[in-house]
């Protein structure tokens, strides 16, 4: 939950809005109830997973005390701070509140929204909360980061979609800029997790293929986030959002520095959350700019 990037997409959809649909009455109470749904399904897919961690015992071994940068207290099954019961419930609880607040917000819009948006929001709920628990997306190769781009993207897509009512060029590239990214954090976690996911069959890339093979593909994702930011800036973007994502860019860079060169991982991995905040600035301002 302390992972604030997830609700980045609903923001930027906003920012992505013409004039004339930011002045529908219906649009700001649509959007304020797909953050709810987005704030009550990242909750209920992260207590399922980590029920899913604490039964199997993966989080115990990722987080052993003394031997990982981690804070224990970011799992509270595994720190004791709930119990397993309280995590079921908390679980349950959210994922009807993402049902609730998902459909009204398309009531609000009295239902007129495209089958797409309908498709991203229940997808984008449904396999999310199947990370760990369920059908175990993570449990099938390419499924974890499969899944983490998709989702993410679809955090924007969805109310986007539902709310302007068709697709933009720059709608489709800043979504998956931001699921680009989320797995640009979540492959440098799983090289540091390789132990624990292996005891558990979870056949994230760094289990099932090995370091190089995971290098080349986090060389693939910068080189291709890279090539999307320089797009949408000359594209979609004024030409002076190329300045605005350059920080970003450059800690990607660092990234590949201290987790292939140097292999450390979390350090990486923490690089990776900041270069998303400011990629979301540097997309943000722009955008703002534009409106």
Not at 50 to 58: F, L, T
Not at 102 to 117: K, Y
Not at 198 to 220: C, E, F, H
Request: aromatic residues 10%.
């Amino acid at each position: 939950m302390k992972v604030v990037q997830h609700y980045f997409g609903l923001f930027l959809a906003w920012l992505l809005l013409d004039r004339a649909t930011l002045e529908r009455p219906a649009t700001t109470y649509a959007m304020l109830l797909f953050l709810l749904g987005s704030a009550a399904i990242v909750a209920c897919a992260c207590a399922a997973d980590d029920i899913a961690g604490y039964r199997n015992g993966s989080d115990a071994v990722n987080y052993k005390e003394g031997e990982t940068l981690r804070d224990i207290r970011t799992k509270p099954l595994l720190s004791g701070s709930v119990t397993e019961q309280q995590a079921i419930r908390f679980a349950v609880g959210s994922g009807v509140v993402a049902a609730v607040a998902g459909a009204l917000a398309f009531w609000v819009l009295d239902w007129r929204a495209p089958v797409e948006a309908y498709v991203a929001y229940g997808a984008g709920f449904f396999f999310s909360v199947q990370y760990s628990a369920g059908i175990k997306v993570s449990y099938r190769l390419g499924g974890a980061e499969t899944l983490l781009c998709l989702s993410t993207a679809a955090g924007l897509l969805a109310p986007f979609l539902a709310v302007h009512g068709e697709w933009t060029r720059a709608s489709v590239v800043i979504s998956l800029l931001l699921g680009l990214w989320l797995v640009m954090v979540s492959s440098y976690s799983n090289m540091n997790d390789v132990e624990g996911d292996r005891s558990v069959g979870r056949k994230t890339l760094a289990v099932a293929t090995g370091p190089r093979t995971v290098v080349t593909v986090m060389v693939v994702l910068f080189a291709l986030s890279t090539a999307l930011l320089v797009w949408i800036s000359l594209s979609d973007l004024p030409r002076w959002a190329l300045i605005t994502v350059l920080p970003a860019i450059a800690l990607h860079a660092a990234q590949l520095h201290y987790g292939p060169r140097e292999k450390n991982w979390l350090k990486a991995r923490g690089l990776g959350l900041v270069a998303y905040n400011l990629g979301f600035v540097g997309l943000a301002v722009p955008l703002l700019w534009t409106n």
